[in-house]
């Protein structure tokens, strides 16, 4: 197949079906375009001649096959958007808030993986409610059920999405030895997340099932992404207010007292870690801590006596204000010691930290309770010691 003119011989081109000398013969073919060797050897004349299945309308069969012709796809059509989120919130919030705006509810289409994980709803949520919820009181029963509007209904895609994570975090290794933290379910549910930052979905329901994916990514060790879905928590609570919660005036409608608690409990399960910048500032000396346990549950907020952050520990204060008081020690243990200074005032806060620390201590132990104040407390006072001593040593 040499040119005429003594050029380079360019690549031979194939059919994609017998010839029809080769065929009637019942030979191999090399299916070589235009002549196959067989035809060519033979000098036999060669001709390829379309299957039934083929167009009708091709012009020739090396024409077909040479350049075969694309059959067009019909249209799809793309899933409605929700509206989208009105970005003055974060451009210019004080104009934001002066109109009065309001950040529109929000609903999205969910996968079929992510409904059929949190399938059975009430079951999950009693579950939840008997295994993580009294170690972690900061989901509000009687708000959480007042989302299901019958037990036919669908939910909407919030609450879904928080049912789904209430399962995750409920997962326990003894339950299937061979399935791994990293499973399927966990990554739908980021893949979830991630969409709905994308979309545009605004709610304390998702700050919630952002909180329990980080525990659940802590408890099982998946490093890097606990560290950084911590971030992500205290940063959308930042854009939430959640942090203004924590000095709000309780003299308000039952209500909003209920839902203020459950934002001031969602805003202390976020902690920091040693020896890294903190992601938000320390709360005020006067924020307040978390009402007791059983109130909490029970959707009757009362305040009989107020405690904040600094007030120190005794016996009235519920077992999830201790671990709110711990995790704010916890704070400002790790801003003591990364301040590289050596004088009387920094020895004095060292004392005073390592005193209410001590006090936190002796009030879980009064209780005969061994909980995550007790380790956040004996941890707290492992990094005083040695911090003060690695300053005092410089």
Not at 41 to 67: D, F, G, M
Not at 102 to 118: E, N, R, Y
Not at 231 to 255: D, F, K, M, Q, W
Request: proline content about 8%; hydrophobic content about 35%; charged content about 20%.
């Amino acid at each position: 197949m040499s040119l005429a003119n003594g050029g380079p011989t360019p690549y031979p081109q194939y059919s994609t079906f017998a010839c029809a000398v080769c065929k009637r013969r019942k030979r191999k073919c090399s299916m070589e375009l235009p002549e196959c060797r067989s035809c060519t050897s033979r000098r036999q004349q060669c001709e390829y001649k379309p299957p039934a299945s083929a167009s009708a309308h091709s012009a020739s069969p090396r024409a077909q096959h040479v350049a075969p012709q694309r059959t067009q796809r019909p249209p799809v059509a793309l899933p409605l958007l929700p509206p989208s989120f009105p970005a003055e919130f974060f451009l210019d919030n004080f104009s934001f808030h002066c109109r009065q705006d309001q950040i529109p509810l929000q609903d999205i289409p969910l996968t079929k993986p992510l409904l059929d994980f949190a399938h059975e709803p009430r079951l999950i949520a009693r579950l939840y409610f008997e295994r993580v919820h009294p170690f972690f009181h900061f989901i509000s029963n009687k708000n959480f059920y007042e989302h299901f509007p019958s037990a036919y209904a669908p939910l909407m895609s919030v609450s879904t999405i928080l049912v789904a994570c209430m399962k995750l975090v409920s997962w326990t290794p003894r339950e299937d030895s061979r399935k791994e933290p990293k499973s399927t379910s966990y990554l739908v549910i980021k893949r979830t997340l991630v969409e709905t930052d994308i979309a545009g979905l605004w709610s304390l329901q998702l700050l919630q099932a952002m909180i329990l994916v980080s525990l659940y990514e802590i408890g099982h060790a998946i490093y890097p992404a606990a560290y950084t879905s911590i971030g992500t928590c205290t940063r959308y609570a930042l854009a939430l207010g959640i942090n203004e919660s924590l000095t709000v005036p309780i003299h308000s409608p039952e209500v909003m007292v209920l839902e203020q608690e459950e934002k001031r409990r969602a805003w202390f399960v976020n902690s920091g870690y040693p020896k890294r910048p903190p992601t938000t500032q320390d709360p005020p000396a006067d924020a307040l801590l978390p009402t007791d346990d059983a109130v909490f549950d029970s959707g009757n907020v009362v305040f009989d006596r107020l405690y904040t952050v600094s007030t120190p520990a005794d016996t009235g204060m519920g077992s999830f204000a201790r671990l709110a008081q711990a995790t704010y020690l916890l704070g400002r243990v790790f801003r003591h010691i990364c301040e590289l200074r050596v004088d009387i005032m920094h020895q004095e806060e060292g004392m005073q930290l390592n005193g209410q620390l001590q006090r936190l201590l002796e009030v879980s132990a009064s209780e005969n309770e061994i909980s995550a104040a007790t380790s956040i407390c004996s941890r707290s006072g492992y990094l005083l010691y040695h911090g003060s001593a690695s300053d005092i040593a410089t």
